[in-house]
């Protein structure tokens, strides 16, 4: 539950800019529009007609430097959709253009794409703009035309296949950002082996949680990270660091259960936390209007918490966090004997709602990824520590000694 009062503000900077305990929003997803030329087989995105004006586009740009100059952080915007390059000529570059050119203070720029239009020219100016990219793509040619065809049912892998490459010469360090559906999940080992043969270096992968995994799927997909397990110990031991980024994150997260459990402390009050719209980040949708998530920009208003010519509306705001209690969230078999109970966040509220109606429900296959994941995280933990392997200590545990 969010405590709404600002003399328990941390400190007066943050008193300062809070709206009774909310942040001002500074960060934006832009829903430039709700096409989009792919039809994935989870998406969670309703796709029609609307797309946003140049001139709203504008004014969401000025509400957010508004916003960014009475807090004193950086704005950023995330160019989204749909997909945003379809909007490319009437928006991302004219705002850019303005953004660099005419404002020319720190502003953040990134692109959340499927990349079936980019170009050379394209990557070419968001280098030249300092636009990031995030770059989504299941897998090989099996995987990703069976998981994200176009509408004609086509696939879409022969598209991209030769613009992998020239998307890791002007983004190398860009994430290989996939999905994982039950009915390509015996791929999962082999997609990963694909990113990292195309010269990925790291990687981001998540099963689709709406989907209704049977056991025998979802015993396939323990089997596909239990190889990536081995593999990345091999790596290890080779001198080669694999980065699969939900893996490193629950590595990292082993000593803070241990602690937990140790204490036998429960878990934390969670007060701020994404697409719950107490922080200084949402999504703007196509018309101006501003919710918590981009995720339910076109699912349900909820998640509404203004808009870009009203600002943010602060009881809006308060409604939908009070529907949130992190110490009352549940999952998979309600948290029973779940490694993770002590430190659970709730996961991703959107998600929780879309599956569930509940923002305190989570998924079950979101809870069996994360267990597994700490299953083979508990697994490398003990085969690399016990060989004292140097590259994994310092790249995880610096503070231990052998």
Known sequence: MIDINCENCLDNKINTICQSGFPKITSAFFMLTNQCPLKCIYCFHNQNPQKMSYKTALNATKFLIKNSEETGYTPNITFFGGEPLLEWDSIIIPLSNYIRNEYKKPFNLSVTSNCVFMTEDKLKFMIENDIKLLFSIDGD?????KN???????????????KIPLILKYFPNITFRATIHKDTCQHTFHNMKFAIEQGYNNMFFIPNVFDEWTEEERNILKSQIALFSEYFVESVRKGKLIRLNNLDRVIQQIPMINEKHKKNEGRNIVTHKCGLGTGGSASISVDGKIYACQEMATNDDLFLIG????????????????????????????????????????????????KNKDLNIMPDMYCFWQQILLEEAINICNILGNEKNELFKKTYFTHIRW
């Open 307 to 354: 808009d870009i010519y009203n600002g943010e509306d602060l009881e809006k705001r308060k409604n939908l966090s009070s529907l949130f209690n992190s110490l009352k969230v549940k999952g998979l078999n309600n948290c029973i004997n779940c490694k993770f109970d002590k430190i659970c966040d709730g996961a991703c509220v959107a998600n929780n709602y879309l």
């Open 141 to 145: 040619k099996i995987t990703q035309d």
């Open 148 to 162: 994200r065809p176009f509408h004609n049912g086509n696939g879409s892998f022969d598209v991209l296949k030769d």
